[in-house]
């Protein structure tokens, strides 16, 4: 219909292939770090917690014996 319209298509999408190139790089990284962001929190962080309280408990044990 309008052929200055595709030319400023063609011209937006070479401009956005850079900026699609970079994003292709960050992406891993930061699906990496929000999947690491959820499960340190949920699964991770109260393992360590229940062993360190039971290694706690056992010290105490032996002291009082």
Same mark, same amino acid.
């Given at each position: 219909?309008?052929?200055?319209?595709?030319?400023?298509?063609?011209?937006?999408?070479?401009?956005?292939?850079?900026?699609?190139?970079?994003? $292709?790089?960050?992406?891993?990284?930061?699906?990496?770090?929000?999947?690491?962001?959820?499960?340190?929190?949920?699964?991770? +962080?109260?393992?360590?917690?229940? +062993? #360190?309280? $039971? #290694?706690?408990?056992? +010290?105490?044990?032996?002291?009082?014996?």
């Amino acid at each position: 219909m309008y052929p200055e319209s595709n030319r400023f298509q063609r011209f937006l999408l070479s401009g956005l292939v850079k900026v699609l190139e970079a994003m $292709q790089r960050i992406a891993a990284p930061m699906i990496g770090g929000m999947v690491t962001a959820t499960v340190l929190p949920l699964l991770v +962080i109260p393992a360590l917690y229940y +062993i #360190w309280k $039971q #290694w706690e408990g056992r +010290i105490q044990f032996s002291q009082k014996q």
